[in-house]
């Protein structure tokens, strides 16, 4: 398997523009993490889901920030209206049950 | 405070010498994770324990839950091992919390 997949690598746009980051977990994986990692706050989880369903959203940060998983293949995570303060490496990660989860290589958002 | 505190923040070590790195929370968990990431910042996950101890090659996880402590330990430390290695915790009906990470260098 290729792990997981996180496109596109890196992000860069203006404040207001819309983001989309995507994600293909691990095939057979039947949970899906979004994570945001910052230099002041760290990693954060923003969301997972179970079998495409979302469990917890609470740490999404604001209504900006919209996340789907239409199938078990894929998952995007959207920012609308995008802010500088959003520039951050995004980071989605899948498990199988509720072990070891693979983290992909990230997406680097920088919002000017 | 934090619920998730890592030390030491920063580590330099020579290589072959035995490392700890240590992680104490605040709340009930259902497991806690280690997880590496490189200088690139790709991230993998080391382990995740909810009692005892695991081992891996040459890093070994502990944890206490009683004394809601865990350790990593690296034996014959390499300076591939360079990273930062992170302590997340699931706390019980709750998000996953991340330690501040702790920064390895090992030296030839």
């Known amino acids: 398997d290729a792990g997981v997949i996180q496109s596109p690598r890196h992000e860069v746009t203006e404040m207001g523009q819309e983001v989309t980051l995507r994600c293909k977990p691990i095939s057979g994986h039947d949970y899906l993490f979004w994570y945001r990692q910052t230099m002041m706050r760290g990693l954060e989880l923003l969301i997972y889901?179970?079998?495409?369903?979302?469990?917890?959203d609470s740490g999404m940060p604001e209504d900006r920030f919209s996340a789907k998983m239409p199938n078990a293949s894929f998952s995007t995570l959207k920012i609308q209206p995008s802010e500088p303060r959003d520039s951050a490496v995004y980071f989605c990660a899948s498990s199988f049950v509720e072990e070891t989860q693979y983290f992909g290589p990230g997406t680097r958002l920088l919002v000017l | 405070k934090n619920e998730v505190e890592q030390s030491p923040q920063n580590l330099t070590a020579q290589e072959g010498e035995f490392i700890t790195i240590n992680c104490s929370y605040s709340v009930g968990i259902s497991a806690l994770h280690w997880l590496q990431q490189h200088p690139g910042g790709g991230i993998v996950s080391l382990f995740m324990l909810s009692s005892g101890k695991k081992k891996h090659g040459r890093l070994i996880a502990t944890i206490n839950i009683q004394e809601k402590h865990s350790s990593l330990h690296i034996t014959a430390s390499h300076p591939r091992d360079s990273a930062v290695y992170i302590c997340a915790v699931e706390p019980n009906n709750n998000d996953m919390r991340f330690g501040a990470g702790t920064r390895l260098t090992v030296k030839p």
């Open positions: 889901f179970n079998n495409n369903v979302p469990i917890d």
